[in-house]
């Protein structure tokens, strides 16, 4: 059976230690390099907690004005005029009719269309 000088084994064994060496310093390098996982969860963190408080204002909001809605008569009647397009007895309505380009405008007598 064949053995290596002793110089060749140190060698080898030196070699070996060196690239150990290296792992230990390039594998815990590139996972601190961003901060580490606790720094990715940690910024995680901070925008959850900014995403709670903008959702926390928004629960605020839709609060007041399902209490205006239940108590404000002003603010049914905003909702009823604005977004179903209801009106009081004796209101005046005026319907603007848009006119297609070309077409030309001809005044009705009375100004009723």
Same mark, same amino acid.
């Given at each position: 059976m064949h053995v290596p000088p002793v110089?060749?084994?140190w060698l080898l064994r030196m070699g070996l230690a060196a690239v150990i060496a290296v792992c230990f310093a390039i594998v815990p390098a590139?996972?601190?390099a961003d901060g580490g996982p606790a720094a990715q969860l940690e910024r995680e963190t901070d925008g959850l907690r900014r995403?709670? $408080?903008a959702l926390r204002e928004q629960k605020r909001q839709l609060a007041r004005e399902v209490h205006a809605l239940s108590t404000d008569v002003r603010a049914i009647e905003a909702i009823a005029r604005d977004e179903l397009g209801l009106a009081f007895v004796g209101d005046r309505i005026i319907r603007l009719v848009p006119v297609a380009p $070309?077409?030309?405008e001809t005044p009705t007598p009375g100004g009723t269309p």
């Open positions: 110089w060749r084994r590139r996972f601190l995403e709670i $408080g $070309g077409a030309q």
